[in-house]
């Protein structure tokens, strides 16, 4: 099931060490590392850096860049560069994290040092050589690729709520509605929009599509995984406008892609054995075979805009994981330092069957629907001429 030049690595956190299984697609390998540094320490203090950095300014951003830098390297030399020593790795990596390193986007890790570490569109990001995508484990992975993939009949369905005046404290977006509509743009499709993206609206037809797109507010419970909810449009307090991760495990929702542009859509409470329970892991559990989603809160407009950026890659015909990683190239290229953070950019990691997305079916419902139109107009035509020859000729058939 994997491709010549790619590799899946799993990891399994212990007290002591931290075990790496590498499978390709004809080689087998297993390695420990010695759990010597505080791991855990080291991810949440990463996260924290990079979350914390928009709010800041001067000797506090400062600290907080050298700060993530710092770790960012740290974490490389200790998790990756063993495994890369030991291993020769292929460009192509599912990555199957745990414990701690679910939290982590592997792709803004550092494969060197910065001399300076305020050049953020300069640093060596993993994400520059390496393509990434991830997967809850090998087997939940060899599982989605064995299933056939169940095609739902239309393409392309974009959610975008509106939060004006609701009475559940959720603030505005001010760039969720142009961005569906940019995407919508490139593929046709369906929106719900404003005040109609309301949940049971969502509920009612999102199982006929294969793309979700979902711009919505997002919010992860860290300490019991059903509060974890999306958040649609409601200005009546007494209709809820969230949807739980928990009703996700109650519904049929087969889209070949979901994308959740949204916060922290996959994150949520870490159980032992289960991993970490979110809203990414509740739309697999219904059906979808990939979900695009987040590892902290995003900025409304940068997100929007490598959101953009990664449906362009993908109505070219990239692969899901290729086209996310092209995306955060270019957003590292278009932009200055500053704005090419990674907590701009590090947050939309790809998890599942990475394999890009056949636009015939797309096309075939646009050939119906232009079809659909000539043929109106023709039985129009026909209908305006023989009614016109009746009122010519009396009541009389001609």
Same mark, same amino acid.
């Given at each position: 099931?994997?491709?010549?030049?790619?590799?899946?690595?799993?990891?399994?956190?212990?007290?002591?060490?931290?075990?790496?299984?590498?499978?390709?697609?004809?080689?087998?390998?297993?390695?420990?590392?010695? &759990?010597?540094?505080?791991?855990?320490?080291?991810?949440?203090?990463? &996260?924290?850096?990079? %979350?914390?950095?928009?709010?800041?300014?001067?000797?506090?951003?400062?600290?907080?860049?050298?700060?993530?830098?710092?770790?960012? +390297?740290?974490?490389?030399?200790?998790?990756? #560069? /063993?495994?890369?020593? #030991?291993?020769?790795? /292929?460009?192509?990596?599912?990555?199957?994290?745990?414990?701690?390193?679910?939290?982590?986007?592997?792709?803004?890790?550092?494969?060197?040092?910065?001399?300076?570490?305020?050049?953020?569109?300069?640093? &060596?990001?993993?994400? @520059?050589?390496?393509?990434?995508?991830?997967?809850?484990?090998?087997?939940?992975?060899?599982?989605?690729?064995?299933?056939? /993939?169940?095609?739902?009949?239309?393409?392309? =369905?974009?959610?975008?709520?509106?939060?004006?005046?609701?009475? =559940?404290?959720?603030? /505005?977006?001010?760039?969720?509605?142009?961005? !569906? $509509?940019?995407?919508?743009?490139? =593929?046709?499709?369906?929106?719900?929009?404003?005040?109609?993206?309301?949940?049971?609206?969502?509920?009612?037809?999102?199982? $006929?599509?294969? !793309?979700?797109?979902? #711009?919505? *507010?997002?919010?992860?419970?860290?300490?019991?995984?059903?509060?974890?909810?999306?958040?649609?449009?409601?200005?009546?307090?007494?209709?809820?406008?969230?949807?739980?991760?928990?009703?996700?495990?109650?519904?049929?929702?087969?889209?070949?892609?979901?994308?959740?542009?949204?916060?922290?859509?996959?994150?949520?409470?870490?159980?032992?054995?289960?991993?970490?329970?979110?809203?990414?892991?509740?739309?697999?559990?219904?059906?979808?075979?990939?979900?695009?989603?987040?590892?902290?809160?995003?900025?409304?407009?940068?997100?929007?805009?490598?959101?953009?950026?990664?449906?362009?890659?993908?109505?070219?015909?990239?692969?899901?994981?290729?086209?996310? @990683?092209?995306?955060?190239?270019? +957003?590292?290229?278009?932009?200055?330092?500053?704005?090419? *953070?990674?907590?701009?950019?590090?947050?939309?990691?790809?998890?599942?069957?990475?394999?890009?997305?056949? +636009? %015939?079916?797309?096309?075939?419902?646009?050939?119906?629907?232009?079809?659909?139109?000539?043929?109106?107009?023709?039985?129009?035509?026909? $209908? &305006?001429?023989?009614?016109?020859?009746?009122?010519?000729?009396?009541?009389?058939?001609?």
């Amino acid at each position: 099931m994997l491709q010549s030049d790619q590799a899946l690595l799993e990891y399994v956190v212990s007290d002591s060490a931290i075990f790496v299984f590498v499978i390709a697609s004809e080689q087998f390998h297993f390695l420990r590392l010695a &759990r010597h540094f505080p791991l855990d320490e080291w991810v949440a203090a990463l &996260r924290h850096s990079l %979350q914390a950095y928009p709010e800041a300014a001067g000797t506090a951003a400062a600290e907080l860049a050298n700060t993530y830098t710092d770790l960012a +390297f740290r974490l490389y030399e200790t998790i990756l #560069a /063993p495994v890369q020593v #030991a291993v020769p790795l /292929p460009k192509k990596w599912i990555i199957a994290p745990d414990g701690a390193l679910a939290y982590l986007p592997f792709e803004c890790l550092l494969r060197e040092r910065p001399a300076d570490f305020s050049r953020f569109k300069s640093h &060596r990001y993993l994400v @520059r050589d390496y393509q990434i995508s991830y997967a809850y484990s090998a087997t939940q992975q060899a599982e989605l690729l064995q299933k056939p /993939p169940q095609s739902a009949g239309k393409g392309l =369905f974009a959610i975008a709520p509106s939060y004006d005046n609701n009475p =559940f404290g959720l603030r /505005p977006l001010q760039h969720n509605r142009p961005e !569906v $509509r940019a995407v919508q743009a490139l =593929f046709g499709g369906d929106l719900l929009e404003g005040p109609a993206a309301t949940v049971p609206a969502f509920l009612r037809d999102a199982a $006929r599509y294969r !793309v979700l797109l979902l #711009a919505t *507010h997002g919010q992860a419970g860290s300490s019991v995984g059903d509060l974890s909810y999306l958040a649609f449009s409601g200005t009546d307090s007494t209709v809820s406008p969230f949807l739980y991760a928990r009703d996700l495990y109650h519904l049929s929702l087969p889209a070949d892609m979901v994308v959740l542009s949204a916060c922290e859509t996959s994150v949520g409470e870490y159980r032992l054995g289960q991993g970490v329970i979110s809203l990414a892991k509740g739309f697999f559990h219904a059906g979808a075979r990939s979900v695009v989603a987040t590892l902290w809160s995003v900025d409304d407009a940068k997100n929007a805009e490598l959101i953009r950026l990664f449906f362009q890659q993908i109505k070219a015909g990239s692969s899901k994981d290729e086209a996310l @990683r092209r995306a955060k190239l270019d +957003f590292l290229q278009t932009h200055a330092h500053d704005e090419a *953070h990674p907590v701009y950019w590090a947050a939309v990691t790809a998890y599942g069957d990475m394999q890009a997305i056949d +636009f %015939q079916e797309f096309n075939w419902w646009w050939v119906m629907a232009a079809g659909a139109v000539v043929l109106g107009g023709f039985v129009f035509m026909v $209908r &305006r001429n023989h009614w016109r020859k009746k009122s010519q000729w009396g009541d009389s058939e001609v």
